[in-house]
């Protein structure tokens, strides 16, 4: 759902001719088109940011270990809390001061219920925060890359344009990697699985009926920056000291 479709199609069909036939009654005819434009540019800039003020919403995403719940006990009970492997969201009110209140949900991260609770809320989502474990990365480089593209490639986050944030969770552990190597070695192993990804795509859509979306800029090799549908930042972090700054940062910002 993009953001110019938040109300219902059916008000739409009714409100453009109703506006339409009100101008032709009163606009001069040699003013009705200029009038017309005028009028349904005021409301499609009203719909979108409705849309955008209606999406408050931030997804907490990650695999299981990664500190998602940690970070949203500290964000919301100001404390850590005990956690475990979750089939279930943790959801939470974060006030943001001057900005109003934000919706933070910690979508699990178990590979059989994540896709489903994702899509429940990605389309409230403002900003998507992509937690991952800095230490163990190259154990889990593969998986945590899949389910990162499988978000940057979803057709409402391309259209809705959350801001996204890759929280390099964990840097309180002496092997932890920084934020740039991380993004180099993701952007190294997503060019792969792009690579893949797209040859397969290509293959279904050989009969016409399907058409590939293609992560990132053609002929060049992947980087976050070439994502021209999402700002992708990168950020360090570690929940266990309590070491948050960088994350709330963000939070002011996208609120």
């Not at 453009?16 to 409301?43: D, G, H, N, Q």
């Not at 163990?136 to 978000?151: F, G, M, Q």
Request: glycine share 6%.
């Amino acid at each position: 759902m993009s953001a110019t479709s938040q109300g219902p199609p059916a008000l739409y069909g009714v409100t453009f001719p109703a506006m339409y036939a009100m101008l032709a009654e009163w606009a001069p005819p040699w003013e009705r088109s200029k009038m017309a434009a005028f009028v349904f540019t005021v409301i499609f800039i009203f719909v979108w940011r409705k849309g955008r003020v209606s999406r408050r919403g931030i997804c907490l995403v990650g695999l299981c270990e990664s500190g998602k719940t940690l970070i949203f006990s500290q964000l919301i009970y100001k404390k850590a809390v005990e956690s475990f492997t979750s089939m279930k969201e943790n959801v939470g009110v974060l006030n943001i001061a001057n900005k109003g209140a934000l919706k933070l949900i910690d979508i699990p991260g178990h590979e059989r219920v994540r896709q489903r609770f994702f899509d429940s809320y990605k389309n409230t989502a403002r900003g998507i925060v992509f937690v991952l474990d800095s230490f163990s990365l190259n154990k889990d480089i593969r998986d945590v890359a899949e389910y990162l593209y499988t978000i940057l490639s979803d057709p409402v986050v391309s259209s809705n344009r959350p801001q996204v944030l890759i929280l390099c969770n964990k840097q309180d552990h002496p092997l932890a990697k920084g934020p740039q190597v991380i993004q180099s070695v993701l952007e190294k192993e997503m060019n792969v699985l792009r690579n893949t990804q797209t040859n397969q795509l290509e293959a279904v859509a050989e009969g016409g009926n399907r058409k590939s979306f293609y992560l990132g800029q053609e002929g060049k090799n992947f980087e976050f920056a070439d994502i021209r549908s999402l700002r992708v930042e990168f950020a360090a972090s570690s929940a266990q000291t309590e070491d948050l700054e960088n994350l709330q940062k963000w939070l002011q910002s996208v609120a």
